[in-house]
């Protein structure tokens, strides 16, 4: 019997050899700023899957992971034995203690760490060869409005980092962006040298309140100067907390909020109004309105009020940003095409534009004065009634022969031909300008359908995306962008489209208030508009490739 228990004593043990796990350190006391090797090994072939290290998060960072594996055969046996080693970072000072790990049925035994913290000249030596400073600008902030925030990290010859530079804040409530990228040069701080990287980002807080940017850290090593000794750094910057305030009381109720160092209106209209306008001839004018320290998202369609006597056929925003070291330069251009049906005189009103100067602390507006052009030319449509805002089209009765009174004889041939001819200039003058016309709306969004038809789904879809986001301004753009796609309309001049469906229309509100007006933290449901515009996108009627875009658009 002891015999026979000797002997599966023995074949037993190769079996349990290869089920071995166990843990091991390189250290077991060590400084706040060292890093801990920790190495796992366990035999066997048949490991489906890795340890579960999560137990580790609460006393440890996981700077670095590695696993390898060996497979040896002699004899006929096989042995395997599998390797993982991670590299640990203390959260903090005293006796720390890496858990049990768990690899199928067997178990490593805890181990416990003693952390000490290191000596306040050591620790003063370390803060002098690699720190960060933050800074924001302005010191006053208004909802929407910028603040450029700008992170610099100084180190000293002989400083490594590993890894790159962290990456732009993510803040809650407010849109961040990059202003570039990184910038290395060298500064002198308490008159000593250091390298400097630079990074700043343009942040937009979505609501009045306390915004908080968070801490970003970095991970390396320096070698004391006294005593040549490496040793690991984590350097953290500070975390900023930045007031942001609500819209100023003085700024008026009924105009959009555009808060920004600067904004300057900009007219392109070629040759004109100096040298004035012909009837039926088309003539290009463009607004450009360029906000300093705002997104062109946040700059609101310019109002224009035209006489009747001039026809507007306006084509789809285009906005687009510049980035500065002082921050965002956003720009909004809308291209009008307008064509005079009447001769004479014309006044045009002033156009302008609301904003809120963060510079001085007051209301400001850009403006393009009044004016009075000069129409030359014939006529191409009857003068509009006083009392008519938008007259309907021309109809042109057929001319029929006058009546010739007995005693009045018969009507001179020339006076017959003259106008007849008269009749034809007419004919040739419409025939001509339904050509150009159809001729130019063949290249508007819209007119080349197969493709509209693409452009417009893509647009859907980004607006989903943006709705998804919850972002007021990038919905607001999306969208801008698929009604363009879709008929040829910004969002300003589309109002009619959501008329018949009060939630589409209430949804639209929310999306405005929060945008633009008093009241920003109102209730803004971003589903709730994307339900409407779905819905509204499968109720539109799609044109054919043969039908001519109406002049003046509408659902």
């Given at each position: 019997m002891k015999a026979a228990l000797l002997a599966f004593l023995v074949l037993l043990a190769p079996a349990v050899a290869l089920a071995r796990f166990d843990a091991s350190v390189d250290a077991t006391t060590l400084s706040e700023t060292d890093t801990l090797r920790l190495t796992l090994r366990a035999d066997g072939t048949n490991l489906m899957s890795g340890p579960d290290f999560d137990p580790l998060a609460k006393e440890f960072d996981i700077l670095s992971e590695q696993h390898s594996a060996q497979i040896q055969s002699y004899n006929g046996q096989i042995e395997a034995q599998t390797t993982w080693t991670l590299l640990l970072k203390p959260k903090h000072t005293g006796t720390l203690r890496i858990p049990a790990i768990t690899l199928g049925g067997e178990t490593t035994r805890p181990i416990d760490i003693i952390v000490k913290e290191l000596d306040p000249q050591l620790r003063r030596a370390i803060a002098q060869t690699v720190f960060f400073e933050?800074?924001?600008?302005?010191?006053?902030?208004?909802?929407?409005?910028?603040?450029?925030?700008?992170?610099?990290?100084?180190?000293?010859?002989?400083?490594?980092?590993?890894?790159?530079?962290?990456?732009?804040?993510?803040?809650?409530?407010?849109?961040?962006?990059?202003?570039?990228?990184?910038?290395?040069?060298?500064?002198a701080r308490d008159g000593r040298q250091y390298g400097m990287i630079e990074q700043r980002f343009a942040i937009f807080p979505e609501r009045s309140g306390d915004l908080t940017i968070p801490a970003?850290?970095?991970?390396?090593?320096?070698?004391?100067?006294?005593?040549?000794?490496?040793?690991?750094?984590?350097?953290?910057?500070?975390?900023?907390?930045?007031?942001v305030l609500p819209i100023p009381a003085e700024y008026p109720r009924d105009a959009p909020w555009l808060p920004a160092n600067d904004v300057e209106l900009l007219e392109d209209w070629p040759g004109e109004p100096e040298r004035g306008l012909s009837t039926g001839t088309p003539s290009q004018r463009t607004l450009i309105v360029r906000a300093d320290g705002n997104a062109s998202s946040a700059i609101p369609p310019l109002a224009m009020t035209l006489p009747d006597s001039l026809k507007a056929y306006p084509e789809p925003a285009k906005l687009s940003e510049t980035q500065t070291r002082a921050g965002i330069v956003g720009t909004r251009t809308e291209s009008t095409s307008l064509v005079a049906t009447q001769p004479g005189d014309v006044a045009l009103p002033e156009v302008h534009v609301t904003w809120w100067d963060t510079v001085n602390q007051q209301v400001r507006t850009a403006a393009l004065p009044a004016r009075t052009i000069k129409i030359t030319g014939a006529a191409t449509s009857p003068p509009p009634a006083a009392s008519a805002t938008n007259p309907a089209p021309e109809q042109r009765p057929s001319p029929t022969p006058a009546a010739t009174p007995p005693e009045a004889g018969l009507q001179p041939?020339?006076?017959?031909?003259?106008?007849?001819?008269?009749?034809?200039?007419?004919?040739?003058l419409l025939g001509w300008a339904a050509t150009a016309l159809r001729a130019r709306y063949r290249n508007l969004p819209g007119a080349n359908w197969?493709?509209?038809?693409?452009?417009?789904?893509?647009?859907?879809?980004?607006?989903?995306?943006?709705?998804?986001?919850?972002?007021?301004?990038?919905?607001?753009?999306?969208?801008?962008?698929?009604?363009?796609?879709?008929?040829?309309?910004?969002?300003?001049?589309?109002?009619?489209?959501?008329?018949?469906?009060?939630?589409?229309?209430?949804?639209?509100?929310?999306?405005?208030?929060?945008l633009y007006k008093r009241g920003g933290d109102a209730t803004f449901d971003p589903m709730m508009l994307r339900r409407s515009v779905d819905a509204v996108r499968r109720d539109a009627r799609t044109p054919t490739s043969d039908e001519l875009p109406a002049l003046y658009p509408s659902p």
């Open positions: 933050t800074s924001y600008t302005p010191k006053q902030v208004y909802v929407q409005s910028q603040v450029v925030v700008t992170r610099r990290l100084f180190y000293v010859n002989g400083a490594q980092l590993y890894g790159d530079m962290p990456t732009a804040p993510e803040v809650p409530g407010a849109m961040v962006k990059l202003l570039g990228e990184s910038e290395h040069s060298t500064a970003a850290t970095v991970t390396g090593s320096v070698r004391l100067p006294d005593t040549g000794r490496r040793i690991g750094v984590d350097v953290s910057s500070d975390t900023l907390n930045v007031p041939a020339s006076s017959t031909l003259n106008v007849w001819l008269a009749l034809a200039f007419a004919l040739a197969p493709h509209a038809r693409a452009t417009e789904a893509q647009a859907h879809a980004a607006f989903g995306r943006a709705c998804d986001s919850g972002d007021p301004q990038q919905i607001r753009a999306a969208l801008d962008r698929w009604l363009t796609a879709r008929y040829a309309l910004p969002l300003v001049d589309a109002a009619g489209l959501f008329a018949t469906d009060a939630t589409a229309r209430a949804a639209v509100g929310a999306l405005n208030a929060r």
